[in-house]
C-alpha cells in the first residue's frame, strides 16, 4: 500500500465515492462522508455557477457540525470533481470557489493541468487524476497530480477498456502514490479485490445511484436495481467520448442499443438529438448485479463493510502459504 497523505491516511473505509453527473448532490454527499466513505459531486452539478458556493458552504457546515458532535467518529473528507475540458468554461470561478473552502480533495477528470493542481496545493488540497491507461497516468503525475483513478473497463460513465489487473500492475511498477481503482465494484468483496491488486481504494458509482439520497429518477433507480451487466452498452454517441450506458434508458430514447452509430470523437457532444447523456440516457457501470434493492446510503456502506469483513475472514480461513 501507497504512503497516503493528509486527507487520506486516515479514511474510515478504503471507498471513494464516484462524482455522479447531475446525481451527485450535497445530500448524498454528506450522507457518503457520515458514513465513512469519501463523498463526491461533480462542480457542475451545481447550476447555476453561484450555487456551487451555496452548496460547499452547506457541505463543509454539516460535516463540520457532524465532527465536534462526534469527535471519536469522524466523517470521511469530501471531493469536488473538475472536468478539465476545453469546453468546461465553469473550471476557473469553480476551482476559485474550491480554494476558498478548501475542498480536501480535488478530483479532475478529461485532462490534467499544472495550474489546477498547484491551485489545490495552495491551501492543502489533494488532486486525485482520472486515467484510462498507463500513457496518461504518467503525464497527470508530471504535471503534479498527487494520485490518480485508474478507470478500467466496466466502469459507469467514460470508461475504459483496460483489464484492472493489466492497468494496476503497469501503474504499480512506477509509481507508489495513492491509487483508486474503478470498474465494476458494487460489493464489499471487489473492494478487498482492488486492495488485493495493489489499489488503496476503490471507486463506487453506479451502486450509489440506487441510494435514497441520489438525485437519479426513481426509474433510473430501479433500473440499475433489475439489470446486470448484459444490459450496459458501451458507446461514444452521446458525449463524444466512450462511455457506459444502460440499454433500457436508450431504448426509451428510441434507439437500438446494439445498432449505435458512431460520434465524432474530437468533440464532446449530447448525439445531436433530445435526449441528453446523462439525464435521459443513463449512465452506468457493469457491476449493478450485486445491487438488489434501493437503499440508503448509510445501509449500502453498511453492506459494503459487512460484505469486506466476511471476504476477509474467507481469505483467512483459506490459510494459503
Not at 129 to 139: G, P
Amino acid at each position: 500500500m501507497s504512503k497516503l497523505p493528509a486527507p487520506l491516511n486516515n479514511l474510515p473505509f478504503p471507498v471513494i465515492g464516484s462524482p455522479l453527473f447531475i446525481i451527485s448532490n450535497p445530500t448524498l454527499v454528506i450522507a457518503q462522508c457520515i458514513a465513512g466513505v469519501v463523498g463526491a459531486m461533480p462542480s457542475l452539478n451545481a447550476r447555476p455557477a453561484a450555487q456551487l458556493e451555496d452548496w460547499l458552504i452547506e457541505i463543509t457546515e454539516a460535516l463540520a457540525a457532524y465532527n465536534k458532535a462526534n469527535p471519536d467518529k469522524p466523517a470521511a473528507p469530501f471531493a469536488i470533481n473538475q472536468i478539465v475540458h476545453k469546453s468546461n468554461d465553469r473550471l476557473e470561478h469553480d476551482m476559485a470557489m474550491c480554494a476558498k473552502y478548501k475542498v480536501p480533495i480535488i478530483i479532475t477528470s478529461l485532462g490534467a493541468r499544472e495550474d489546477i493542481n498547484a491551485a489545490a496545493h495552495s491551501y492543502g488540497g489533494v488532486v486525485l487524476h482520472d486515467v484510462i491507461n498507463n500513457k496518461h497516468a504518467h503525464k497527470a503525475i508530471e504535471k503534479g497530480a498527487d494520485g490518480l483513478i485508474a478507470v478500467a473497463a466496466g466502469a459507469g460513465g467514460h470508461a475504459g477498456v483496460k483489464s484492472p489487473f493489466a492497468l494496476i500492475q503497469e501503474i504499480r511498477q512506477w509509481f507508489d502514490g495513492p491509487l483508486v481503482l474503478s470498474g465494476s465494484i458494487s460489493s464489499g468483496d471487489a473492494v478487498l479485490a482492488a486492495q488485493a491488486m495493489g489499489a488503496d481504494f476503490a471507486y463506487i458509482g453506479s451502486a450509489f445511484i440506487a441510494t435514497e439520497e441520489a438525485r437519479a429518477a426513481e426509474a433510473y433507480k430501479q433500473a440499475i436495481v433489475d439489470s446486470n451487466s448484459d444490459d450496459i452498452v458501451y458507446s461514444n454517441l452521446f458525449t463524444g467520448v466512450h462511455g457506459n450506458y444502460l440499454a433500457p434508458s436508450i431504448r426509451n430514447a428510441g434507439m437500438d442499443p446494439d445498432n449505435l452509430p458512431v460520434s465524432d470523437p474530437s468533440k464532446m457532444n449530447f448525439g445531436g438529438d433530445k435526449s441528453k447523456a446523462w439525464k435521459d440516457i443513463w449512465g452506468c457501470g457493469q457491476g449493478i448485479g450485486a445491487v438488489d434493492k434501493v437503499q440508503s446510503t448509510a445501509d449500502f456502506v453498511a453492506q459494503l463493510k459487512r460484505e469486506y469483513a466476511s471476504a476477509r475472514q474467507r481469505l483467512l480461513a483459506k490459510n494459503y502459504a
